[in-house]
C-alpha cells in the first residue's frame, strides 16, 4: 500500500499558534516598557493616549463637577508635559480648557498630597496693593474657582528684606498676612467666592522663592500664593456624625 504525501505547507493550528506567541510577546515588552519608562516625557504622552483611546481619566478630576478639578501632583505633573507634547507634535495642539491649558503658565505650587494648582500673585516691595495685573490675574482664577466644592488656600510671603519704618506693618508676618487678606477680600468682593472656601496662611519671610542678590528675582519674592486643595468645605464642618445626622431624613 503506498502512503499519500501530506498535503503542502504547514498544519493551519501553527498559524493560530504563532499569532498567539507573537501577542504574548508584544504584551510583554510593553509590560517591561511600562515598569522602566527611561524618558518621562514620552511615557506620559503615551499614557495620555491610551486614556484618550480607552476613556480612561485615573485623577481625580474625573469625580468632581465643573471643567478644572483639583489633582494629585503626580497627575498633574503627568498631564501638563503630556499637554505639551501634543504642542510641539501638532500646529496647536488641543486646546484644554484647564488650569494649567496648552501651555501651563500656571505652575505647581508647594507639591504634596494635599496640593493643586493655582496661581501666584506679585507684590511691589512692602507693599500690599492690588495692582492691575494682580486683578487681571485674579479674574481669571477667580472664573476658574467659581462653583466648586474645595477649599481655596491663600498664603502670604514677604522678601527676606525688614519692613521699613513708618510702614503700615510691623513685621514681615504682618505685611504677608494683609497681602492675603487683600487677595481674600478681592475673590469674596469681586468674584463673589464664598468666604467660608477660603483659608489663610502666611509664611513671611520663611519660604523666599529665591535666594542670592538677583534684583529680577528677589522681585518674585513679595507674593502670595494662591491654590485650590483637594479638601471639600462640607468635609470640614463639624464631626463626621453631626454631618450625617445634618443630612439624615426625618424619617
Known sequence: MVEEDPPAGVPEWVVSFGDMMT???????MLVSFSEPKK??????????????FGKDISRISMTHGGVMARQASVAKGASQGRAKRQQ?????????SVAGEFPRVRMVRPGTQTAVG???????????????????LRHQGELFAGKPQKI?????????????????DDG?????????????????EMDIE??????????PNEPLHLGIDPAKMRENPRV????????VNDLSGTAAEREQQYASPN
Do not use: C
Open 89 to 97: 507634535a501638532m500646529q496647536g495642539g488641543d486646546k484644554e480648557p
Open 40 to 53: 518621562d516625557e514620552k511615557f506620559n504622552a503615551l499614557v495620555e493616549q491610551l486614556q484618550r483611546q
Open 195 to 204: 468666604a467660608k472656601r477660603i483659608r489663610i496662611s502666611v509664611a513671611g
Open 23 to 29: 501577542l504574548l510577546m508584544t504584551f510583554f515588552i
Open 173 to 189: 508676618w504682618e505685611l504677608a498676612y494683609a497681602r492675603s487678606r487683600a487677595v481674600m477680600r478681592f475673590l469674596v468682593d
Open 153 to 169: 488656600e491663600i498664603r502670604g510671603h514677604t522678601s527676606l528684606r525688614p519692613t521699613e519704618q513708618g510702614s503700615d506693618s
Open 225 to 232: 500664593e494662591l491654590y485650590l486643595l483637594e479638601e471639600v
Open 119 to 137: 496661581t501666584v500673585i506679585f507684590f511691589p516691595e512692602g507693599s500690599a496693593e492690588l495692582n492691575e495685573q494682580a486683578r487681571a490675574e
